[in-house]
């Protein structure tokens, strides 16, 4: 039970790195999108 309890732990906290780093991708990419548009 532990050992799958750690192993169910560490996927969660994968995908939340995984989601975080998604959402800064996007984050910045609007960004860039916002300074191409006021700049065109």
Do not use: E, H, P, W
């Amino acid at each position: 039970m532990r050992f799958s309890n750690s192993l169910v732990l560490k996927s969660i906290k994968r995908s939340v790195i995984l989601i975080r780093r998604s959402m800064l991708d996007v984050r910045c990419s609007t960004f860039a999108f916002d300074l191409c548009s006021k700049l065109v």
